[in-house]
């Protein structure tokens, strides 16, 4: 997701230690499970910490929670830091989704697969794709459980496809965008000129595909290296040549002021933008905005987050507690949803009534049913501790090669060959691991 700028609240810790070790045993008496422990993350977890923590609080009276904010990348920085001194962890710390293939097979966190834990009971309730990622590559330990998942859409700005005459309705235009030829049609009408744009980058629809990181198969060959990233790069490269797109950065300053006064059209970004929509990129937008599935690509993800509990955590039982609450009971997962956008990877809290009912911003779209239905529609894929790298040097090299209309194959296969010399270290590392030769 979008990286936040620095909000720390340092509060001090008063944990009550109940065991030291990830295998012993506790009462699971609530009122036996009691202590400070610390939840560490980056903004808006703090205001979905403020949703449920009444709730929590009512179960576990004993036991007080407080919050850790800061930068996203700040707090992963902080989380890397204190594994490696033993020391400085919160209770509880998120990982985001980007980082996850970094963490999963790192020592430092307890192995929530085993007792007290017992995770692998809620594993059916989980969207599978989010499981698998928080398990190492021999599926023996399990560092985080999910929380939240980005199903991807494609968000648009209705009056914009109005005024240039083009179907507006959902349906109308999922299938006007379904074909790169007549994509390339509804952008250039979309188009004006140094006024208004088809879509912030070029590169925005390729990088709409891999969002969910997912570079590598299973025996570490590249999945980006097909014919459906060839199709998507030439499409880009044509946009670029014609000017469709308003070369700017997604989360920039001028993005945003662009999508809040109506200027870009079409937004490729997980179900989360929809939040950021309301509140702070066009909130004065209400009606404006339609949702609709990925058209030119299969079901994806982009962004989420999972929950681990550090092994130097003095207080596991709370934090397990704190933990189990949150993520694994549709009521505290739906109370989180609605105050910042997070859409559950705790399967059953759909069934809420809440993810049927029309959406006022989006002119009525019921988008809750229309996100799980491409969250059912997600494949599993693979992680590793190459994905942050390999995006940057594959994003960065389509955007440079698509500016320089390059052929697709060669921009392919020129960010492979850089991102084989990058990421050599870590790529023999993980062979070694998954027995690949």
């Known amino acids: 997701m979008k990286k936040f700028g620095l909000l720390l609240l340092v509060l001090s810790l008063a944990a009550m230690p109940l065991f030291a070790g990830g295998q012993e045993e506790v009462d699971i008496d609530p009122d036996e499970i009691a202590g400070t422990i610390t939840f560490g993350g980056w903004p808006a977890a703090d205001e ?117 005459g083009l179907p507006s309705e959902p349906d109308e235009v999922y299938e006007l965008l379904s074909h790169p030829d007549s994509f390339l049609e509804a952008a250039r009408a979309l188009t004006v000129e140094d006024q208004q744009w088809a879509i912030g980058n070029a590169t925005d629809i390729f990088f709409g595909r891999w969002a969910n990181r997912d570079w590598y198969d299973f025996d570490l060959s590249f999945r980006f290296d097909s014919d459906e990233s060839l199709d998507l790069i030439e499409l880009g490269r044509i946009m670029r040549e014609e000017g469709l797109d308003a070369q700017v950065d997604a989360f920039d300053e001028e993005w945003t002021s662009l999508i809040g006064d109506g200027r870009i059209a079409i937004v490729p970004s997980g179900s989360w933008f929809g939040g950021f929509l309301k509140t702070w990129v066009a909130p004065d937008l209400e009606g404006d905005w339609g949702v ?70 989006f002119a009525g779209q019921r988008t809750r049913r229309l996100w799980a239905e491409i969250a059912e529609g997600t494949e599993p894929t693979m992680v590793t501790p190459m994905d942050a790298e390999t995006a940057d040097i594959l994003i960065s090299r389509v955007d440079a090669g698509i500016d320089a209309g390059e052929p697709a194959q060669q921009i392919i296969d020129d960010a492979i060959e850089e991102i084989l010399g990058a990421t050599q270290m870590e790529r023999e590392a993980l062979k070694a691991r998954l027995g690949l030769d």
Do not use: C
């Open 48 to 164: 979905a910490v403020e949703a449920i923590i009444d709730g929590f609080q009512e179960e576990y009276p004993n036991v007080e929670v407080e919050v850790e904010m800061m930068g996203t990348a700040d707090h992963h920085d902080r989380l890397l830091t204190s594994l490696a001194a033993q020391a400085g962890a919160p209770d509880v710390a998120m990982i985001e989704a980007e980082y996850i293939g970094a963490f999963r097979d790192r020592p430092g966190f307890v192995n929530l697969l085993e007792e007290p834990y017992n995770a692998s009971q809620y594993e059916d309730d989980f969207v599978d794709y989010k499981w698998q990622h928080a398990q190492s590559s021999d599926g023996e330990v399990m560092v985080g459980l999910p929380w939240d998942i980005g199903p991807l859409s494609f968000f648009y700005n209705r009056r914009m496809f109005e005024d240039a």
């Open 292 to 361: 609709i599935a990925p058209p030119l690509f299969d079901s994806t993800n982009w962004g989420g987050s999972f929950l681990a509990i550090p092994e130097m955590s003095d207080n596991k039982a709370a934090a397990w507690a704190f933990v189990e609450y949150m993520l694994a009971n549709s009521r505290p997962q739906n109370e989180m949803f609605e105050a910042v956008d997070y859409f559950p990877a705790y399967m059953p809290a759909w069934d809420d009534p809440m993810y049927d009912e029309p959406d006022p911003y």
